[in-house]
């Protein structure tokens, strides 16, 4: 009897193109579906003519496989993932291998590689990027888990990722929750990308007036300078779209934005652990914002705005459209880049941080021009705690700040929101300040809660309590820090 290289459960969009994928790639795949009936429709139709392997029940599936066997699970997050490995593990022996490929929330991972690492079962936790066509094609993939699985599924996973020059796109992240951890940032930044070129595509059409067709020729344009990227391609693709009745039918499309959760998990990781992700928080905000639709509708019946119309010069206001785009781009990842650091940190991961700029060169969604650069920011500064101290990027950011600045103020004196590029902005000039109000507020927390302060003519951790009003005593209240 032939066996499997690999078993894959849940032929969904992305585990059917995974598993057709990894055929192409000589690789015999086992695959399994909840719903039997997807099973043998995914046989019959893309999966013809393969040498994919259909089972009907779990226990087939496993008994099908070479061992250490490898099972794969591209299924919903959270009860599900959980689901799953609880039906596996009876039937698994020591050293087998479960992969969970779907976006598991990173201490869900942490857990699951802990308790089966107890069973004697190595458990791999792997961000994918890149949606149908990057499953199909080449995707970025970003593997964590227990590190005594890697041996065995790199193989694999490497021939199905994407290329870039010709190193795949795809390495070992770190231990545990690492992989997906780093998968949750990504998908950060990728809320964060959308945003700012909603942004401004946002400020080109009511801002400046221009129609669709001029704005998708400026995307075809920035997409060959320094914005090259895949979300600003697509964009420009969108816009070129033309609806039944020939007209762009992204003016057809409601302006109410869902969700899936991870960029909401990013920011309120950022929260807990006290980093600054203010960017992409917004960005996650402006969808909330967006869903509200009927509200918003009747609130622009009622409430005024500025009454003033741009009078300069279009053209050159384009360019400090791309300037403030670029520079804000730069902050997200900066953002994003923090909080990784905080991570690896608090968990002691090794997470390699030039070579996760270059898993997201190729076969993701945030993959653009200048990870290049992240990753040679990161071989010349190991320990960079922040992409702006980089020289390539502390150049772009001056340069580009005046046009990022000029787009700030014009869009809050027309009355157009900004709400990522704004927040990127007041982050940037945050961040270069030596001095900022928190002095105050301080006082404020002492005043009303005797939390204590600092001051500046004595060393760091030394804390203060002032009575402020003449009868408040000498008791504090215990004081911390994110």
Not at 12 to 22: D, F, S
Not at 288 to 294: D, E, F, H, I, P
Not at 313 to 336: C, T, W
Not at 413 to 438: F, K, N, T, V
Request: aromatic residues 10%; charged residues 20%; contains cysteine.
């Amino acid at each position: 009897m032939v066996q499997a290289d690999i078993g894959l459960i849940g032929l969904a969009v992305m585990g059917q193109n995974l598993v057709l994928n990894m055929n192409d790639h000589g690789f015999r795949v086992a695959v399994f579906n909840r719903t039997t009936a997807t099973v043998d429709t995914f046989v019959a139709g893309p999966g013809k003519g393969t040498n994919i392997l259909p089972t009907h029940s779990i226990a087939e599936l496993v008994g099908s496989l070479k061992k250490p066997r490898r099972v794969m699970m591209m299924v919903k997050a959270g009860s599900v993932v959980d689901a799953f490995i609880e039906k596996l593990v009876p039937l698994l022996e020591h050293g087998d291998i479960i992969i969970d490929g779907g976006n598991s929330l990173y201490t869900d991972t942490n857990r699951r590689t802990q308790d089966l690492a107890k069973k004697g079962i190595l458990f791999v936790g792997t961000g994918i990027s890149g949606g149908e066509e990057g499953a199909r094609k080449g995707p970025s993939i970003m593997p964590g888990g227990n590190p005594d699985a890697w041996p065995y599924v790199r193989e694999i996973f490497q021939a199905i990722a994407a290329r870039v020059d010709g190193a795949p796109c795809c390495d070992w992240v770190g231990e545990e929750g690492a992989g997906h951890y780093v998968k949750m940032v990504h998908n950060g930044i990728e809320y964060g990308d959308m945003q700012l070129i909603c942004e401004a595509y946002d400020f080109l059409r009511r801002g400046l007036g221009m129609d669709t067709a001029a704005i998708q020729s400026v995307f075809g344009q920035w997409n060959k300078e320094v914005l090259d990227s895949y979300l600003m391609e697509i964009s420009a693709d969108i816009l070129g779209h033309k609806d039944v009745d020939g007209t762009p039918l992204i003016d057809n499309i409601l302006d109410a934005a869902g969700q899936k959760g991870t960029g909401k998990w990013t920011g309120i990781n950022a929260l807990e652990s006290g980093i600054p992700l203010t960017l992409i928080a917004e960005a996650v905000f402006a969808r909330c914002l967006s869903a509200m639709k009927k509200e918003r509708v009747e609130a622009s019946e009622v409430l005024d705005g500025p009454n003033v119309r741009f009078d300069g010069d279009v053209n050159e206001f384009v360019g400090y459209v791309r300037d403030a785009l670029y520079a804000s781009k730069i902050i997200s990842y900066a953002q994003g880049y923090m909080l990784m650091g905080n991570a690896a940190r608090e968990y002691g991961w090794q997470l390699n941080y030039g070579g996760i700029a270059l898993m997201w060169r190729g076969g993701c969604i945030i993959r653009s021009a200048f990870l290049g650069n992240i990753k040679q920011a990161f071989d010349r500064h190991p320990d960079l705690e922040n992409l702006l101290l980089d020289d390539f990027f502390r150049t772009a950011i001056h340069q580009a700040q005046s046009g990022w600045r000029r787009v700030a103020a014009k869009a809050i004196e027309i009355g157009i929101p900004m709400p990522a590029i704004g927040a990127g902005l007041a982050y940037y000039d945050g961040y270069r300040s030596a001095r900022l109000p928190a002095n105050l507020l301080q006082a404020q927390r002492d005043y009303f809660g005797g939390h204590t302060y600092e001051r500046n003519d004595k060393p760091r951790g030394e804390f203060f309590h002032t009575d402020w009003t003449g009868h408040g005593g000498k008791v504090t209240s215990h004081t911390y820090t994110i």
